[in-house]
C-alpha cells in the first residue's frame, strides 16, 4: 500500500481545527460549570432565606427558647412541587426543638460561625444543605443551631436544561468554526494550486516566469520567486543549448559536406595525382571536422554549468605551460612562427584541472599561430606573483570593437582570413577560465598590432 503523500492543506485544518475545537470545548464546559455554579447560587441563597426564616420565628420565655410554627405554616414551609424540603431546629442546652427530619452535621471543614453548604444523602436522597449557628434571643444564654435542606431535583432540572440549550448552539459554534476554517484554509492555498497548475501545464518550449507575484502571500512569494529564478535559468540554458546546437550543427555541415565532396571526387577520379590531391582535400576536411568536434567536446566540458564535480587539484601552471609549447612546437616551425616560453620552470602552482587548463593554454598558442604572419612571434609568458599567464603575437591584432565579440561561440573576427578556424578558440579558453575562476582579457601590444591574451588567476588559499 502507496503511503499517502503529506498535505499542506490536511496539516493547516489539523494545526487550527483541533486547537479551536479544544479551546470551544473548553469554553462549552466551563459554561456548563459556571452556569450550574450560578443555579447552585440561586438556590442556596433560597435554602438560607428559609433558614433565615425559621430563626426569625424562635422565641425567648421563661429562660427557654421555643419555636412554634402553626400547621399552616409548616406546611407552607414544607411544600415543594419538585423536591422534598427537611428542616431542624435545635438548641445546645434543650436540645431538638422543631424538625420533621434529622439532618446529617456538616462536616467539621464546614462547622464556622458563617452559614455552611455542604451535601450529604438524607433517606438514600442526595441533598444541599444549609447549617447555621445563632445567639439565642435576648435573656437566654444559648446557641440556637438551624438546618434546612432539599433534594437535588430542581438543581439537576435547570443543569440538564442548560445543557440541552447549551450544547445545541456549541455544535452550531463548531461547525461554523469549521465551515470557515475550510474556507479560509482552500481560499489561502488557492494560490498555491493555481501555481502548481501552471507549472504542470509548462510547455518546454515556453517557459514563462510565474506572474502576478506581488498579490502572492507573503508566506510563499519567496517560493515563488525561487521558481521564477530557477524557470529563467532554465530558460536561459535552453536558449544557451538551441544556439550552440545550431551553430554546431552549421560548424559540422560545412566540413561533412566537404569531406562528402571531395571522397565522391577521389572515388571518379582515374588520374593518380588528381585522385591523391582529392584524398589530401578529405584528408584536411577530416583534419577540420575532428578539430570542430573536439573543440565542441571540450566547450561542453568546460562550462560553468556542466559537469558540477569536476576534479580539482593542486596544479604546476609552469610544467604544464613548457609540456604546451613543445606540443605546439611543430605547428609554429610549419607556419615559420618563433614560438617560445618565458617564466619559471616549476613552482608556480594554483588548484584547477590539469586538462582543461592545458586546452586553455592550447587554445591561446593556436590562436596566435593561426593567425599570425608567416615569420611572427608567440610568446607564453608566465608570472608567479600575481599568478597569471599571457600569450603574446604580432600578428595583425584584434579590432577593440571585436575584443569583446571574440569571446562569443562560432564568432570569427572580421579581418580574419585564415582558413580552418571556427570560432570557438577564445569561447574555450575563456569558460575554461571562469570554471578556475580566472579573469581572461584581451589587449593590443604596442602601436595597435598583434595580440595579449592575459589569464589572472586567484590565489590558492
Not at 137 to 153: K, R
Not at 184 to 191: E, I, M
Not at 248 to 269: D, I, K, N, S
Request: charged share 20%.
Amino acid at each position: 500500500m502507496n503511503k499517502p503523500q503529506p498535505s499542506l492543506r490536511r496539516q493547516l485544518l489539523l494545526h487550527l481545527a483541533i486547537p479551536i475545537l479544544v479551546v470551544l470545548t473548553l469554553g462549552a464546559v466551563g459554561g456548563m460549570f459556571i452556569a450550574r455554579h450560578i443555579g447552585y447560587q440561586v438556590h442556596d441563597q433560597w435554602l438560607l432565606d428559609s433558614a433565615m426564616t425559621l430563626a426569625a420565628q424562635i422565641k425567648s420565655e421563661d429562660g427557654r427558647v421555643r419555636l412554634a410554627l402553626p400547621p399552616e405554616a409548616v406546611q407552607m414551609f414544607q411544600w415543594d412541587r419538585v423536591d422534598r424540603i427537611y428542616w431542624q431546629t435545635s438548641s445546645s442546652r434543650q436540645g431538638n426543638l422543631l424538625s420533621n427530619a434529622v439532618i446529617p452535621p456538616a462536616p467539621a471543614a464546614k462547622a464556622t460561625e458563617q452559614p455552611a453548604f455542604y451535601d450529604a444523602v438524607l433517606d438514600g436522597r442526595l441533598i444541599r444543605v444549609v447549617s447555621m449557628d445563632m445567639p439565642a434571643p435576648s435573656g437566654v444564654n444559648d446557641t440556637i443551631h438551624i438546618q434546612v435542606a432539599e433534594t437535588m431535583n430542581k438543581r439537576e432540572q435547570v443543569a440538564g436544561k442548560i445543557f440541552s440549550q447549551w450544547a445545541p448552539l456549541q455544535i452550531a459554534v463548531m461547525v461554523m468554526g469549521g465551515v470557515f476554517i475550510w474556507l479560509a484554509v482552500t481560499r489561502s492555498l488557492s494560490k498555491v494550486d493555481s501555481v502548481a497548475a501552471r507549472l504542470g501545464s509548462y510547455e518546454t518550449a515556453n517557459l514563462a516566469p510565474v506572474a502576478d507575484t506581488e498579490n502572492m502571500p507573503a508566506e510563499i512569494k519567496p517560493l515563488i520567486n525561487a521558481i521564477n529564478l530557477l524557470i529563467a535559468k532554465l530558460s536561459d540554458e535552453q536558449e544557451s543549448q538551441k544556439r550552440f546546437i545550431s551553430n554546431a550543427a552549421h560548424q559540422l555541415r560545412t566540413p561533412l559536406a566537404t569531406l562528402q565532396v571531395q571522397t565522391q571526387r577521389a572515388l571518379r577520379e582515374r588520374d593518380v595525382s588528381k585522385r591523391d590531391q582529392a584524398l589530401d582535400d578529405v584528408h584536411r576536411a577530416v583534419t577540420r571536422l575532428h578539430r570542430v568536434a573536439h573543440q565542441l567536446l571540450t566547450l561542453m566540458r568546460s562550462e560553468h554549468q556542466a559537469e558540477k564535480h569536476l576534479n580539482l587539484d593542486n596544479v604546476d601552471l609552469a610544467d604544464l605551460a613548457r609540456e604546451e609549447v613543445e606540443r605546439w612546437a611543430d605547428n609554429a616551425l610549419d607556419k615559420q612562427i618563433d614560438l617560445g616560453y618565458e617564466g619559471p620552470e616549476h613552482g608556480v602552482v594554483i588548484f584547477g584541472n590539469a586538462h582543461l587548463l592545458r586546452e586553455l593554454m592550447g587554445n591561446l598558442i593556436d590562436n596566435a599561430i593561426r593567425y599570425n604572419r608567416p615569420g611572427g612571434v608567440v610568446t607564453l609568458a608566465l608570472h608567479a606573483d600575481p599568478v597569471h599567464l599571457s600569450v603574446e603575437d604580432d600578428g595583425p591584432g584584434i579590432p577593440a570593437h571585436e575584443r569583446s565579440l571574440v569571446l562569443e561561440r562560432f564568432y570569427r573576427g572580421s579581418s580574419s582570413d585564415v582558413a580552418g578556424g571556427c570560432g570557438l578558440g577564445l569561447p574555450i579558453a575563456f569558460e575554461i577560465a571562469a570554471r578556475h575562476q580566472a579573469q581572461l582579457r584581451i589587449a593590443s601590444q604596442a602601436a595597435e598590432r598583434g595580440t595579449r591574451v592575459e589569464v589572472l588567476f586567484s590565489p590558492v588559499k
